[in-house]
């Protein structure tokens, strides 16, 4: 399993699905960071509405 180098976003902070898709962005919402997870799961509040977790490697967080 491949350990994710990402630094831990911090809550209300800005990010996207893919970079296909910049307008469907999403604030964070929560973390659950757990020691033995190798790639931390981030809640996200969508901005089309609803919220769901996403692991932390497959997001792209604004600069």
């Given at each position: 399993m491949t350990e994710t180098k990402a630094p831990l976003?911090?809550?209300?902070s800005r990010c996207w699905r893919d970079l296909i898709s910049p307008e469907s962005?999403?604030?964070?919402l929560n973390l659950a960071v757990d020691s033995s997870d190798a790639d931390p799961m981030v809640e996200?509040?969508?901005?089309?509405?609803?919220?769901?977790?996403?692991?932390?490697?497959?997001?792209?967080f604004q600069q």
């Amino acid at each position: 399993m491949t350990e994710t180098k990402a630094p831990l976003p911090v809550i209300s902070s800005r990010c996207w699905r893919d970079l296909i898709s910049p307008e469907s962005g999403a604030t964070v919402l929560n973390l659950a960071v757990d020691s033995s997870d190798a790639d931390p799961m981030v809640e996200l509040a969508y901005d089309e509405g609803g919220s769901g977790w996403w692991p932390l490697s497959t997001l792209v967080f604004q600069q």
